[in-house]
């Protein structure tokens, strides 16, 4: 008796060892087997990292939504207006519309796209950082300065503070339901789409909206580029980004002395965390890969940039931004924006120079601090102490201790209620199935289909 309470206390005790990367593979296991597809996950030992990005750019991986149940879920994640995120569009005349579009927003000229990235953060920060120490989750400190960022990009006009709001409600909440910290709220999201809508319907975006979209399709795209994709990941990289200078002080001193070392810095870390754990195809057609293997048409082809990134150089688990000195980018297996020739990322120009405007500004105003664990996921948000530059405050060992403790424990419940609340939306969008309807009564193209009622034959069949 005595025995089981004193293992039952041990096993309590270590959890926060232990528990978070079991309940972390269970999660897998349950979403995989729920989406049911027919997934390969790539680099495997048939294919391998010097195959991997072959594979990745060959022109019949080109499928993005139709034909996987992996899809059912993304749509879900990424409501409202899935269906015309152009991460999800099928490759045509559409997707080339959207992709267009997209890159007209994004275009302007460095020192310009520069600058508002530093105004946005020293907005950001002026009413944040009030006191020589500062608690903050790093994701939520810079998900304000995207939704600003973004709205100026979008409307040529500073964000007013309601619609900064609107903005961050809708990413955090793709975000949390994204990482299964919390369940998705669409009526929070739909605010923030009858405030573009308004936006739209007068005319106040500084480009031409594609045209190939009907105006709520219009509305619904820039909901999900611009202000979630677009503040999820550049809210995401800059944490990844202060965490990891946080905890090597050495490689924020230099870069506080060298600018240009930040190309390693931004390198490593997206080595390390890239924002993308798994990007999926489905491939169009058969791809012979040599006389002996073939990836079949309708196949789910998974990508991990975490394994790939892995293979690139010796000793991948220590960050090292000094080995981008001596770089040589084919061996590096380092693709933090995606494959060129396989939809790559349209902001590859502009997140770098972004970043860096926004890590100079806060780098300039506060010491970053902290001890928490450091995953790609990042589910934490990234706990960290911000330390008003000039100050050397006494107690922030014990703050860091006690950061390290909180950070450990919140692990163990978090990653209960990860697996709870990612089976139950993984349940809900394979009932939804909202990739799959979607395709049943439109074609690539969005437009509608009918579908032939089915022959005599097969009803008695
Ligand atoms: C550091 C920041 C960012 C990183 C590391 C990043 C990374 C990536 C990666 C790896 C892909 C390719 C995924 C795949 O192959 O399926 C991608 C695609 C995409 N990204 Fe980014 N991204 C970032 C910021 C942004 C921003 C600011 C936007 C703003 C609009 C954006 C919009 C998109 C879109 C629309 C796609 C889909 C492209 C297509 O299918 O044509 N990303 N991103």
């Known amino acids: 008796m005595w025995l089981t309470g004193v293992l039952a206390a041990a096993a309590v005790l270590t959890a926060p060892k232990w528990l978070p990367a079991r309940v972390v593979a269970l999660r897998g296991k349950v979403f995989e087997k729920v989406n049911g597809d027919r997934a390969i996950t790539f680099p495997n030992a048939d294919v391998g990292p010097d195959r991997f990005e072959e594979v990745y750019g060959h022109p019949a991986a080109n499928g993005r939504s139709r034909g996987a149940g992996l899809s059912d879920l993304f749509w879900y994640w990424l409501s409202p207006g899935p269906e015309v995120h152009q991460e999800h569009l099928e490759a045509g005349p559409r997707y080339d519309d959207v992709a267009r579009t997209t890159r007209a927003l994004l275009s302007g000229p460095g020192d310009v796209l520069s600058e508002a990235a530093a105004r946005c953060t020293n907005r950001v920060l002026d009413e944040v950082v009030t006191g020589p120490v500062t608690l903050v989750r790093l994701r939520d400190l810079m998900m304000p300065v995207w939704a600003e960022y973004f709205h100026e990009l979008v409307f040529d006009e500073p964000c007013p503070r309601a619609a900064r709001d609107l903005i961050v409600g809708h990413a955090d909440d793709v975000v949390r339901s994204l990482k299964c910290v919390s369940l998705r709220h669409p009526a929070r999201r739909a605010r923030l789409t009858r405030y573009l809508a308004r936006r739209v319907a007068a005319g106040d975006v500084r480009r031409p909206l594609p045209a190939s979209l009907s105006p709520t399709e219009q509305v619904h795209y820039l909901q999900g580029t611009f202000f979630n994709t677009a503040v999820v990941q550049m809210s995401e990289a800059m944490a990844h980004l202060l965490l990891a200078l946080a905890q090597h002080p050495h490689v924020a001193a230099r870069l506080a002395r060298d600018e240009r070392y930040f190309a390693h810095v931004l390198d490593e870390t997206m080595r390390m965390y890239p924002l993308f754990g798994i990007a999926h195809r489905i491939t169009t057609a058969d791809i012979e890969l040599d006389g002996r293997t073939t990836l079949p048409a309708g196949s789910v082809l998974c990508f991990s940039y975490p394994d790939y990134h892995a293979t690139g150089s010796p000793r991948p688990d220590v960050f090292d931004p000094d080995r981008w000195e001596h770089p040589d980018s084919r061996a590096a297996h380092h693709i933090p924006f995606g494959v060129a020739a396989n939809r790559p990322c349209p902001a590859w120009r502009l997140s770098p120079l972004a970043l860096r405007a926004a890590t100079r500004e806060v780098l300039r105003r506060v010491t970053p601090h902290s001890t928490v664990t450091h995953t790609r996921s990042l589910p934490s948000g990234g706990p960290c102490l911000l330390v008003r530059a000039g100050e050397?405050?006494?107690?922030?060992?014990?703050?860091?201790?006690?950061?390290?403790?909180?950070?450990?424990?919140?692990?163990?419940?978090?990653?209960?209620?990860?697996?709870?609340?990612?089976?139950?939306?993984?349940?809900?969008?394979?009932?939804?199935?909202?990739?799959?309807?979607?395709?049943d009564t439109h074609d690539t193209e969005g437009r509608p289909v009918r579908r032939e009622p089915p022959s005599t034959q097969e009803i008695t069949e």
Do not use: I, K
Not at 392 to 408: E, I, M, N, Q, T
């Open 392 to 439: 050397s405050p006494r107690g922030l060992g014990a703050l860091g201790a006690f950061l390290r403790v909180r950070d450990r424990w919140e692990d163990v419940w978090r990653s209960v209620v990860q697996l709870v609340l990612g089976t139950v939306m993984v349940l809900h969008a394979h009932r939804l199935r909202l990739a799959g309807r979607y395709f």
